[in-house]
T-cell receptor, first 113, second 116 residues
Framework: AQSVAQPEDQVNVAEGNPLTVKCTYS??????LFWYVQYPNRGLQFLLK??????LVKGSYGFEAEFNKSQTSFHLKKPSALVSDSALYFC???????????FGKGTRLHILP | GAVVSQHPSWVICKSGTSVKIECRSL??????MFWYRQFPKQSLMLMAT?????????EQGVEKDKFLINHASLTLSTLTVTSAHPEDSSFYIC????????????FGNGTRLTVT
């Protein structure tokens, strides 16, 4: 069965430090991978996606993610965290030829001033 | 581009009444729309998948007679919570899918439903 795992419920990072939010996936087929961010009482905003090509994907607000096929991971990264990055982050995967997207349980990111 | 409008953003209703939530894709046609429910500090729970012109597909455990979904056009889907009870209080989020495999889902801003 397809699945997405975000092993950390919460990640705390000091402002200005690099951040990483982890995501691993398990699918049968070619994965399309996504990261979304959710601010309080709002819907999800699309950050970036991996479809094919370069393993390092750049997205909105200075975020990037690295696709690692051998480790089936798609970790979200940012070189220098901002307090405004504090939010709930979701990793998601879609298998080709399937409309349904599977979401991880979310990781709450706290950037400490 | 790719804006999804969801309204109302919040609603308070009395027990036993029905509430309709609308989800519109403003600048693209959505072949599929998804409805999610989110409990505090928890992930998204997919409730149902709706395709224009056909009956919605509900996830296991979701009562289709309680959560009526209508996908009337390629830009509009509605979720009606019928005979609402306090346990239906939650944050409901819709998303729209343009139909291309490499396209992300586009989300509405959610509806906070409180049933008193």
């Amino acid at each position: 069965a397809q699945s997405v795992a975000q092993p950390e419920d919460q990640v705390n990072v000091a402002e200005g430090n690099p951040l990483t939010v982890k995501c691993t996936y398990s699918v049968s087929g070619n994965p399309y991978l996504f990261w979304y961010v959710q601010y309080p009482n709002r819907g999800l905003q699309f950050l970036l996606k991996y479809i094919t090509g370069d393993n390092l994907v750049k997205g909105s607000y200075g975020f990037e993610a690295e696709f690692n096929k051998s480790q089936t991971s798609f970790h979200l990264k940012k070189p220098s965290a901002l307090v405004s990055d504090s939010a709930l982050y979701f990793c998601a995967v879609r298998v080709d030829r399937d409309d349904k997207i599977i979401f991880g349980k979310g990781t709450r990111l706290h950037i400490l001033p | 581009g790719a804006v999804v409008s969801q309204h109302p953003s919040w609603v308070i209703c009395k027990s036993g009444t029905s509430v309709k939530i609308e989800c519109r894709s403003l600048d693209f046609q959505a072949t599929t729309m998804f409805w999610y429910r989110q409990f505090p500090k928890q992930s998204l729970m997919l409730m149902a998948t709706s395709n224009e012109g056909s009956k919605a597909t509900y996830e296991q455990g979701v009562e289709k007679d309680k959560f009526l979904i209508n996908h009337a056009s390629l830009t509009l889907s509605t979720l009606t919570v019928t005979s609402a009870h306090p346990e239906d209080s939650s944050f409901y989020i819709c998303s729209a899918y343009p139909g291309q495999a490499n396209s992300p889902l586009h989300f509405g801003n959610g509806t906070r439903l409180t049933v008193t």
